[in-house]
């Protein structure tokens, strides 16, 4: 994802695993990894530490065993934002997985429900760690269904938040092109978009979420076509997320 630039603090994560009915809350705190970083923002807030909650499952695998198997690949989520803050510390921002493990305790079915991070590359590989997740066999050897929510903090001061109603004028301009251009159906798709948008009103980064599965190269020239754009020009790095349709 690019050369090698000073490293960054690897930002604290917070993992939320839901799905079903109600159930039980379990928090687990672990100790924060350490690495060189940039020079702290003055009264800037400590980031929290990590903490893990399950609440409810589909299925009948045991909630601590997805504790352990997500703490276990804590290292892999690791990497996949190293990797972004070489470049571009300010992502930062929640994705939900929806997925089903079989009942050999492998990830039958994965996606991204939803996600505030903007950012592709970065929720493409942490949708690969996912994906390659292993868990213990469920009881009865019995498919379990999740939802889990993991939110990347920035590595310093975020994004300032912009107001989606400014990209009014643009989307009644662009939208159309979009879906024509990258051959997707109109109406019946839709996208969340989260974008950077820099000072000049250029477009940083983004990420794109489809209402329907569509093939990674289609959600690619979307996420392509949008940073085309040229948005209102905030007066520091800013953040908006709008619906494509």
């Not at 290292?75 to 992502?91: G, L, P, T």
């Not at 505030?116 to 994906?131: N, W």
């Amino acid at each position: 994802m690019g050369k090698l630039l000073t490293p960054l603090a690897i930002a604290s994560l917070v993992f939320i695993t839901a799905a079903g009915c109600g159930g039980s809350t379990v928090a687990v705190a672990r100790p924060k990894p350490t690495a060189p970083a940039p020079p702290p923002i003055a009264e800037s807030e400590p980031d929290p530490l990590p903490q893990v909650r399950v609440r409810g499952l589909t299925g009948t695998l045991n909630k601590d065993d997805v504790h352990q198997t997500m703490d276990a690949r804590q290292e892999a989520f690791d990497q996949c934002i190293h990797e972004v803050r070489r470049r571009q510390a300010w992502v930062e921002g929640t994705i939900r997985f929806d997925f089903k493990v079989d009942g050999h305790g492998k990830v039958e079915e994965v996606s991204a429900s939803s996600s505030t991070i903007g950012h592709r590359p970065l929720e493409r590989c942490l949708t690969q760690v996912v994906s390659a997740t292993e868990f213990p066999r469920p009881a009865g050897r019995a498919t379990a269904q999740f939802s889990w929510d993991m939110h990347v903090e920035p590595a310093y001061r975020p994004a300032d938040p912009m107001d989606a109603g400014l990209l009014s004028r643009v989307l009644r301009k662009k939208a159309r092109d979009v879906f024509r251009g990258c051959k997707v159906r109109r109406f019946r798709n839709r996208f969340q978009v989260t974008a950077y948008v820099g000072r000049r009103g250029r477009i940083l980064a983004a990420g794109a979420i489809p209402n329907r599965p569509q093939p990674d190269e289609k959600v690619d020239c979307v996420i392509e076509e949008i940073r085309s754009w040229r948005l209102p020009k905030p007066k520091r790095l800013a953040k908006v997320s709008f619906r494509l349709r």
